[in-house]
């Protein structure tokens, strides 16, 4: 995916900090012209800024998920930029907290800022995707696919959200828009550091994680080359992608594992 006479048209969900921030930088370094989503008005803000060419730079704040919000989104992108070519739903929120001791309201912000909002948005965006035979990038994570102690409503909602774009890669691949999921493993992101604990208020504890953890610019890199190249998947590292393999064709070996990597949210 090259920049041309018309500049390309990128929209990133959570684009002021983390990874988001990563690949909205390199995108408007290869000359796209990037629609930068976030709640955070003061970051943001500063970001436009940071990047400089107005013409090129677009903001949009507010909370995904609400559907007045999304709406809005896609009528600013048809109204100043008039097309779009890529969309990465990049924006989320996790939690660190047993399922026992959590209130539903935890439950809900998570599945609906991590599986709803971007469902939503992405239906919004269809048209527009559809005359541009464009992109969508979905940033999940390697939870969708392997259960981890203190994270059942992330882990749900990842998974919800993988499966659904990968029933949109076969109903969009004769239509020209192609799919690529993104599934990083350990990442050092505002997304952890935000997590919430069972009472919805930021978590006490620090999390527990397997592998090496990785820079938001490393999976960003990674991210613009599958973009580049056309594939369909991103794993996080060689751990996790093991890590899936493990779980799919010896699986009690790796809840042995898990049970030793985590005992300590096991244990809350």
Not at 12 to 27: F, K, M, P, Y
Not at 110 to 132: G, I, K, N, Y
Not at 232 to 250: E, T
Request: positive net charge.
């Amino acid at each position: 995916m090259t920049a041309e006479s018309t500049p390309f048209v990128s929209l990133i969900t959570g684009a002021a900090s983390g990874l988001g921030w990563e690949v909205a930088q390199r995108l408007y370094s290869r000359g796209d012209t990037v629609v930068l989503v976030d709640m955070n008005a003061e970051l943001l803000a500063t970001r436009e800024r940071e990047l400089g060419d107005t013409q090129r730079v677009i903001t949009c704040c507010g909370d995904l998920t609400q559907a007045t919000f999304r709406r809005d989104i896609v009528k600013t992108v048809e109204q100043q930029a008039g097309r779009l070519d890529c969309l990465i739903n990049n924006a989320g929120i996790t939690h660190r907290s047993p399922v026992r001791s959590t209130q539903l309201d935890v439950f809900d912000r998570v599945m609906a800022v991590d599986w709803q909002a971007p469902v939503a948005l992405t239906h919004h965006c269809l048209p527009m995707l559809e005359a541009s035979r464009g992109l969508i990038v979905n940033v999940g994570s390697m939870a969708s696919w392997m259960p981890v102690p203190g994270r059942a409503a992330y882990c749900a909602a990842k998974a919800a959200m993988a499966q659904f774009f990968e029933v949109l890669r076969l109903e969009m691949e004769p239509r020209g828009v192609r799919v690529l999921n993104v599934y990083p493993s350990f990442l050092d992101t505002p997304i952890e550091h935000n997590a919430l604990g069972p009472d919805g208020k930021p978590a006490s504890h620090r999390r527990s994680m397997v592998g090496k953890m990785r820079g938001a610019d490393w999976m960003a890199e990674r991210i613009l080359q599958a973009m580049e190249c056309g594939r369909p998947w991103i794993f996080g590292d060689r751990i996790s992608h093991l890590g899936s393999v493990l779980w799919r064709i010896w699986p009690q070996q790796y809840l042995r594992s898990v049970r030793k990597r985590f005992a300590s949210e096991i244990a809350r």
